[in-house]
């Protein structure tokens, strides 16, 4: 199936999604994850209308960058290792995946702009994801402030893997919790204002429960052809 019919098809659930909660529609971030198709289906996802892709390993969003610049609105998605900083940080707009002091300071010293981040939290708490226990998250921001690079744009998860709406959904919702203690933190450097959450099989969900930005792969990119 085109991207393009797909990509139709996931505004529609997400305008459905916006309607049931009283949401805009508008403020609703699609991310393209093209980490398992070719450089020909992400242009494809681009001249559907789509204008953020998704990639969590260097070597695929680098292949993708050569050819495509600044076409997209690029966001690294995955577990950033740190000797690996280098390679990306000029060419992405967002990072999905700050969870350690190492990581911030590698960044910050690698980026001749401010990086707009978001602080990966492992909510479900499950021992196979990456990402902070929310019982540390701020204190983690908190600890960002001499980072003159780092933006903290708000706060990442992923959702257990699971059909169990009551498990995702207080999932999605005691991230948003999370992010509205940050906010009232009032600090300059973490405006933490998005939350990016939702994948292919749970971004109705999540945009029900607070999601700026949902990251969807298969369900609109899906496999090449």
């Not at 740190?82 to 940080?89: C, E, Y």
Request: with cysteine; aromatic share 6%; hydrophobic share 40%.
């Amino acid at each position: 199936m085109k991207v393009a019919t797909k990509f139709e098809q996931i505004k529609k659930q997400i305008n459905e999604a916006c309607r049931k909660v009283g949401r805009d529609p508008h403020d609703i971030t699609v991310i393209a994850v093209t980490k398992y198709v070719s450089t020909e289906r992400a242009i494809e996802a681009l001249e559907a209308g789509i204008e953020h892709l998704g990639e969590n390993r260097d070597t695929g969003l680098i292949e993708k960058w050569n050819i495509l610049k600044d076409k997209p609105c690029w966001h690294f998605i995955g577990t950033l290792q740190t000797r690996k900083v280098k390679n990306i940080i000029d060419k992405v707009d967002y990072i999905h995946s700050l969870d350690r002091l190492s990581l911030a300071e590698e960044i910050n010293k690698r980026a001749n702009h401010k990086i707009k981040c978001f602080v990966q939290v492992n909510v479900s708490k499950e021992e196979s994801k990456h990402g902070l226990d929310p019982e540390n998250v701020v204190d983690f921001i908190q600890s960002l402030r001499p980072f003159e690079n780092i933006i903290v744009e708000g706060l990442m998860t992923m959702a257990p893997f699971t059909d169990d709406e009551k498990v995702l959904r207080k999932c999605f919702k005691e991230l948003r919790e999370l992010r509205n203690q940050v906010q009232a933190c009032q600090l300059d450097f973490a405006p933490c204002t998005e939350l990016s959450m939702g994948m292919s099989n749970d971004f109705m969900i999540a945009i029900e429960e607070g999601a700026t930005m949902v990251r969807i792969g298969t369900a609109l990119v899906g496999e090449d052809g």
